[in-house]
């Protein structure tokens, strides 16, 4: 009761002021304490519909050749943005899933990245272990993407991002693969 509360005051304040919410920190931990209040812990589902629409950040993210990348460069592509960490149970045993849809989707202009929150070295040696083909690895430190990317509200983390930026959808919590592939072979075919 008290999310559904919250959601509709950040519309009501959204059509009243004509401002979105997006990335103002204090309102992504503002609606974080309603929906989690005292009990986050990982695996929850959330659908964070007030990221709907909003243009994705433009902070860029290391990519393990040091090279930064910004999902503006990829403009006119659709984008699916994976957060995650090597010690997210629910992380790793998605990431077959994501394999699969990336090698399903890379001939659709579709592009898949991770980005991880590990150490670039620790990725390094988890990449060498376990074949990921298909999907751009990314890190960032985890207090750059709490700042910049409303990444608190656990992981795994997923958004969608549109041919023009901005974000179509924004998830985060733990699913079966069936559950996730389903998902997000509909979001794509929906906006391709």
Not at 12 to 40: E, H, M, P, R, W
Request: proline letters at 3%; glycine letters at 6%; charged letters at 20%.
């Amino acid at each position: 009761m008290k999310k559904n509360i919250l959601f509709l005051l950040i519309i009501l304040y959204q059509t009243t002021f004509g401002q979105k919410t997006c990335f103002n920190k204090d309102s992504v931990l503002s609606y974080q304490k309603a929906i989690y209040q005292d009990s986050v812990w990982r695996g929850d589902r959330v659908n964070l519909a007030f990221l709907q629409g909003c243009p994705f950040p433009e902070y860029g993210f290391n990519q393990l050749n040091e090279e930064i990348l910004k999902i503006s460069s990829l403009k006119g592509q659709l984008v699916f943005v994976n957060f995650w960490f090597k010690s997210c149970e629910p992380c790793i045993e998605e990431m077959p899933t994501l394999v699969k849809l990336s090698e399903k989707y890379s001939k659709k202009n579709v592009k898949f990245i991770n980005v991880s929150t590990d150490q670039k070295s620790d990725l390094e040696t988890y990449i060498m272990a376990h074949s990921m083909p298909g999907i751009l690895q990314t890190y960032q430190n985890r207090e750059i993407l709490l700042d910049n990317y409303a990444a608190t509200f656990g992981y795994p983390m997923y958004f969608l991002i549109g041919k023009n930026g901005n974000i179509i959808k924004a998830w985060t919590g733990s699913y079966t693969s069936k559950e996730l592939h389903n998902l997000v072979k509909n979001l794509i075919e929906e906006n391709l």
